[in-house]
């Protein structure tokens, strides 16, 4: 267990809303990433984090956006949702920076309506 | 362009046989590999890992291949459980020139295994 949650667990919002998913870690790890997964696409990484106020672009980053203002917390922002965002969103972290191991959270199901 | 690639969408073997889940990747600068199961309603779980200097790293039942010439890693899971049927995804990383790392992982499609009692 690397101590990461996610909140939501699910949510259904309508097209246009703002959408904030958190992503919480107990441990005091550096690195954090959001993915989403969908079928026939696995997971793909939207935003990522290695440090706080420290974040970059993935490969799926298109209206999405990131903050982290403090260690523990990793937030992604859908500003103006769109059906195209339904997804399964999963955080993740990496807690030795000389591995390349991630561990996930439990994820967020997303439904844009 | 999928960078790498699980040409199996599903695998169904039965209890006690071998599963072989095979993943290829285009992108010659990755240099470590991953295998990640995936539970229903539940987070991705780390598996097994192999660096690309190495060509075979086993733990326990589940054994990891690299073929670097054929840009191809397999998966061998020995002997199979039911337990085991769950969504398999191979990942890959690499260095950025200079040593730096973001530990960035670029996932497969994932590979749906049954195993069968």
């Known amino acids: 267990d690397a101590g990461i949650t996610q909140s939501p667990r699910h949510k259904v919002t309508e097209t246009g809303t703002p959408v904030t998913l958190r992503c919480h870690q107990t441990?005091?790890?550096?690195?954090m990433y959001w993915y989403r997964q969908d079928p026939g696409h696995g997971l793909r990484l939207i935003h990522y984090?290695?440090?706080?106020?420290?974040?970059d672009k993935g490969e799926v980053s298109d209206g999405y956006s990131v903050s982290r203002s403090k260690t523990e917390d990793f937030l992604l922002t859908l500003e103006s949702a769109t059906s195209s965002q339904t997804s399964v969103y999963f955080c993740?972290?990496?807690?030795?920076?000389?591995?390349?191991?991630?561990?996930f959270g439990p994820g967020t199901r997303l439904t844009v309506t | 362009d999928q960078q790498v690639k699980q040409n199996s969408p599903s695998l169904s073997v039965q209890e006690g046989r071998i599963s072989i889940l095979n993943c290829d990747y285009t992108?010659?600068?990755?240099?470590?590999f991953l295998w990640y199961k995936k539970y229903p309603a539940e987070g991705p779980t780390f598996l097994i890992s192999?660096?690309?200097?190495?060509d075979k790293n086993e733990d326990g039942r589940f054994t990891v291949f690299l073929n670097k010439s054929a840009k191809h890693l397999s998966l061998h899971i020995v002997p199979s459980q039911p337990g085991d049927s769950a969504v398999y995804f191979c990942?890959?990383?690499?260095?950025?020139?200079?040593?730096?790392?973001?530990?960035?992982?670029?996932f497969g499609q994932g590979t749906i295994l049954t195993v069968h009692p």
């Open positions: 192999i660096s690309s200097i190495k």
């Open positions: 984090s290695y440090g706080v106020k420290d974040t």
């Open positions: 441990e005091n790890h550096r690195y």
């Open positions: 992108n010659s600068m990755f240099d470590y």
């Open positions: 990942a890959a990383s690499s260095f950025l020139a200079g040593g730096t790392s973001y530990g960035k992982l670029t």
């Open positions: 993740a972290i990496r807690s030795d920076p000389n591995s390349y191991e991630q561990y």
